[in-house]
């Protein structure tokens, strides 16, 4: 009598086997393709692409190294100055540098000292105005109309001479 519920086989033999049979599968397939020549075809694609891919990053490397090698590559990204026969110019470049920063900082001390004359140019103007206003004022204030009204308004009496004044010459 077979008993119905109990099976010697795990759920993990199971898998195994089953992942075993579809691996003989495979392996049989390939022994045919093979057999046939339609593996040779394959191989050759697979060959063929493989060469084209080596091919294009060869092309990329060797694309990558001539920018890389250009000047202004080399430039913009620093590594020229990595070069041997740049590193006897560095005194120079720092020297430049220096100057190029001694420049930018003589431009903005200009700038501020040419804002400074602009806005003590404007209080000299501002000053002058004021000083020409009371100069009129005092111009209006000691001329002889002027001086005869405040006279007449406390009472005194302004007699002017009869014949005009002598021009002294020196």
Do not use: C, N
């Amino acid at each position: 009598m077979r008993d119905h519920e109990f099976d010697p086989i795990t759920p993990e033999e199971r898998e195994q086997q089953a992942r075993d049979a579809e691996f003989d599968r495979r392996v049989r397939r390939e022994v045919l393709r093979i057999q046939r020549g339609e593996a040779d075809d394959d191989i050759r694609a697979d060959e063929e692409r493989e060469a084209a891919e080596r091919a294009a990053g060869e092309e990329r490397a060797r694309r990558e190294r001539r920018r890389r090698s250009s000047t202004f590559w080399q430039l913009f990204s620093g590594t020229i100055l990595l070069r041997e026969g740049v590193s006897k110019y560095y005194p120079y470049m720092l020297s430049v540098a220096g100057m190029f920063f001694l420049s930018i900082v003589v431009m903005f001390w200009s700038l501020h000292l040419d804002l400074k004359y602009s806005r003590l140019e404007r209080e000299v103007q501002v000053l002058r105005e004021r000083s020409i206003r009371l100069e009129e004022q005092r111009y209006r204030r000691t001329t002889h109309s002027a001086v005869a009204a405040r006279l007449r308004e406390r009472g005194i009496d302004l007699q002017d001479p009869r014949t005009p004044g002598e021009t002294l010459d020196d």
